[in-house]
């Protein structure tokens, strides 16, 4: 047997495995919330200013274009920590727009490991949001949909923490703490205009994983411990890493509830979608100990249990815009299979495992929300401190 043939049998293998899992998965998983989503979209996201982090790449390009291609939004704003990535992003976004489409498409900075960069990116947003022609100083803009969908992943080789904070955490959960806090009084302006048929109320979605179910359940374990990693071997320091991962994106998913149980009597929604396994570029920056092996070609490139960018889109587009009869507050949007299939809500059912948000106490949920305030200084959520940009 040749070396490839090795290495092709191992990937049939590792594939059988992770089917068994996911149609374990789908038996266990309820009804489906198959709708007809491109046909839909026109209508859900008609008039709503939308914002997408992490928009030049991967899922968040494909949800940005396809909200282009329905060509009914007001504004689509792109952040991005690249300008120049973001300008190619808006300009396939552009000319996408269905004839006639008066939908805005801008970009704005954002880099999520820099603090300052977040606030500052927030402010240009604001900015953004208001229409230049009818700006009124007093009047907050509207912001109908925030999808915190940036993200890092296994980044065991980076600088390991982020102004004092492991990167995962600091990325993928306290960043985006930080952008919905500033952007807070936006989603607040937007509620309570956005009834009747199709107009479903402001909303902030978390693109969470199911990884999350590798976490520690205490998600501020390992925050601000010395790294531990260097001693340890490239293997150990990269499995550490997916439980860094893991453990941020169990921080969406409490994030989501948090938000869920403090503002849905606001008028805002809060809904996370897990993409399943994508093919998006994910895969190829992780700097595995193996960089160029099997496993990163199979995790890059498999065709049997990942989806394209365009379906791994439809959890958060249908999280981002289906009205809450649909999808509501609270939930987590999966797909049917784990790794690839339609949408649906998680069910019930799953609740014993850390999965579920029912297997969160409150307690863990409010200890998250309350250690993140303290991190970034914040004194009341949504509540813009004196002196900040
Ligand atoms: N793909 C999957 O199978 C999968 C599965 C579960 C969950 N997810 C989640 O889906 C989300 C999107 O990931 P993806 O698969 O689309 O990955 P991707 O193709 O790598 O896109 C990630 C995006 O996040 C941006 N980003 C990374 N670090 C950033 C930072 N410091 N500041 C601002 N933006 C930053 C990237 O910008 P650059 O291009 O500049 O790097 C890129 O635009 C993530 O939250 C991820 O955890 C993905």
């Given at each position: 047997?040749?070396?490839?043939d090795q290495s092709r049998s191992r990937s049939f293998v590792i594939c059988i495995a992770v089917a068994l899992c996911a149609i374990a998965f789908s038996i266990a998983t309820s009804g489906g919330i198959e709708y007809a989503l491109d046909k839909e979209l026109p209508t859900w996201s008609r008039d709503k200013a939308v914002l997408i982090t992490g928009a030049n790449a991967g899922l968040g390009l494909a949800t940005a274009l396809r909200i282009a291609r329905a060509g009914t939004a007001n504004t689509i704003i792109l952040a991005c920590r690249n300008p120049s990535k973001c300008q190619v992003a808006m300009q396939d976004a552009v000319s996408i727009l269905p004839e006639g489409a008066t939908t805005r498409v801008l ?283």
């Open positions: 047997m040749t070396q490839r970009t704005v900075e954002l880099d999520l490991s820099k603090r300052d960069s977040v606030m500052k990116g927030a402010h240009a947003i604001q900015e953004a949001l208001s229409d230049q022609e009818t700006a009124d100083q007093d009047v907050v803009p509207d912001l109908d949909v925030l999808i915190n969908n940036a993200g890092v992943a296994f980044a065991w080789n980076s600088k390991e923490f982020v102004e004092g904070v492991e990167t995962h955490m600091a990325i993928n959960h306290l960043s985006h703490f930080l952008l919905t806090h500033r952007l807070l009084p936006n989603l607040l302006a937007a509620a309570g205009k956005r009834t009747g048929a199709n107009m479903s109320p402001p909303r902030v979605v978390h693109v969470s994983s199911l990884t999350a179910i590798g976490s520690w359940r205490d998600v501020s374990l390992g925050w601000k411990n010395p790294n531990p990693r260097k001693a340890m071997g490239r293997w150990f320091n990269f499995f550490d890493c997916i439980r860094y991962y893991s453990q941020s994106k169990r921080a969406n998913l409490m994030q989501t509830w948090e938000l869920h149980k403090r503002y849905e009597g606001a008028g805002i929604i809060s809904v996370a979608a897990h993409p399943g396994y994508t093919r998006s570029e994910i895969f190829r920056k992780v700097q595995m100990p193996l960089s160029s092996g099997w496993i990163k070609e199979l995790a890059t490139k498999n065709p049997y249990l990942s989806m394209s960018t365009d379906d791994g889109a439809t959890m958060q587009l249908m999280a981002a815009f289906a009205p809450p009869d649909i999808v509501p507050s609270g939930s987590h949007v999966v797909p049917k299979y784990w790794t690839t299939g339609t949408p649906v809500l998680i069910p019930r059912l799953l609740s014993g495992f850390s999965l579920h948000y029912n297997s969160f106490s409150e307690k863990d949920t409010a200890n998250l929300w309350d250690a993140s305030m303290k991190e970034l200084g914040i004194e009341e959520f949504g509540k813009l401190e004196s002196g900040m940009a």
